[in-house]
């Protein structure tokens, strides 16, 4: 059975600052902290990784409507997937200063999944923790990655050769080696993430390994694990020790970014989504809050021709109908229950 | 409603600046109620305090902890801090 844990949380800026009490006893009597007393008081950042352990809860503007069931698969290109409305994208990052999702193959060491079926310029609904809600691809590659025209300055890193050193080298002792280029490896960390989005003359050298290891002379990046997607889970990934194959790579420039990993997210593809661009668009809301939808914007229109007398009534009556449609949401009598910190 | 009803009830022809109010409006209603909700779960990384909000959050409604007062596996809203901890993050990671 889990322990009992406390959290508490901060904001700054926009991101949330996680805390949880350290209730670990100091047996050092040298230490400061030493006594319970001292060491139950300290708030730290998180003592254990606990997986799905945060959940948020927020309203978001929906600008888009789904106009068939919903059915996520994985690939776009088989028979088998035409039903697919939705791919899961189980890890993401940044070409080119725009974000991007990367698809790994669905079998161990074969590479990554066609996307190129997707043409350039079509909507999509992402659902993925940070990047949640409309974007527009920029590019779909066969080459494993949808890039969108989202912009996001990830200050992620990049494997990248250099074009004055010898040609990088796959080895199968799981090294990739660009000899004489000594910045090669630098930026990156063991236990990071690479998608490798270069089309190479064998499959196996593509898609999403983890780093092991960096060479001191940063020349050389070990990886032991070959990620692919689990066909048999909602949006997860399986691992298998790496296979590269040797390989010099000798057809223009080797490109192999940074990708972080979001297991169990989507993309919705399906060009029957429709979203609000146009008179046609059905708006997504209960009817009555429709009505005040039509206030706020006799408002805006009244606050742009500078009548604002007008436009505070407008805003008035938006107000008053919104707070209307909430209280009519409650009926009866309120049960307060305990709070969560009240004596038990 | 349609957009365009929408357009025909306020006296607009302009469909831009239509559906770019339409935006604004529905943001604002997403502030003041909530209409569209949305629940994600991330993972809770040992040592790592600072996790990055969703771009399309327009209001946080609950932030929930696994395990917190409890050992179940429970879901349970956790408080907001006055102030920060003395124990800062040292990598601000």
Known sequence: ?344 | MKVKELMERVGINQTGRAVAYIKDGLEEINMLTEVHTNLVKIDITKDKRFYTLSNEMIKMMDIRCKNHLNSKGEYRSIPRMLHKPVVKDADNI
């Open chain 1, 1 to 344: 059975m889990a322990s009992t844990k406390q959290y508490a949380y901060y904001l700054e800026g926009n991101q949330i600052a996680i805390v949880e009490k350290d209730t670990s006893f100091d047996n050092n009597v040298d230490s400061r902290d030493y006594s319970p007393g001292i060491a139950r008081q300290e708030w730290k950042s998180p003592q254990s990784t606990i997986v799905d352990g945060l959940e948020v809860k927020y309203t978001y503007l929906k600008d888009y409507r789904l106009m068939s069931s919903r059915h996520i698969g994985w690939n776009l290109t088989s028979t088998t997937d035409e039903r697919n409305t939705s791919v899961y994208s189980p890890a993401y990052g940044e070409i080119s200063g725009y974000l991007t999702f990367f698809f790994p193959a669905i079998a161990a060491n074969n590479g990554i999944l066609d996307m190129s079926a997707l043409n350039d310029g079509r909507n999509i609904v992402v659902h993925n923790h940070l990047f949640s809600g409309k974007h527009k691809i920029k590019v779909a590659s066969a080459q494993g990655y949808i890039q969108t025209h989202t912009k996001w300055s990830s200050g992620l890193n990049k494997l990248e050769e250099d074009d004055d050193g010898p040609n990088p080298v796959f080895n199968a002792t799981e090294t990739i080696l660009q000899s004489g280029a000594t910045s090669f490896n630098h930026g990156f960390s063991a236990g990071d993430y690479i998608f490798n989005t270069t089309a190479m003359g064998n499959t196996d050298n593509q898609g999403l390994f983890k780093i092991a290891e960096l060479s001191s002379d940063g020349t050389t990046v070990t990886v032991d694990k070959n990620y692919y997607s689990d066909t048999t889970t909602s949006g997860d990934l399986a691992s298998v020790d790496a296979a590269l194959q040797g390989e010099t790579f000798t057809s223009g420039d080797l490109f192999i970014p940074q990708a972080l990993l979001s297991e169990g997210a989507y993309i919705d593809i399906s060009s029957g989504i429709t979203f609000l661009e146009d008179e046609s668009f059905d708006i997504d809301l209960p009817n009555y809050l429709q009505k005040a939808l039509v206030y706020y914007v006799k408002g805006k229109l009244a606050e742009d021709a500078g009548k604002l007398d007008i436009k505070e009534y407008f805003m008035k009556e938006f107000k008053k109908m919104i707070e209307k449609h909430e209280n009519s949401r409650i009926s009866g009598l309120r049960i307060v229950s305990v709070g969560s910190h009240a004596i038990r």
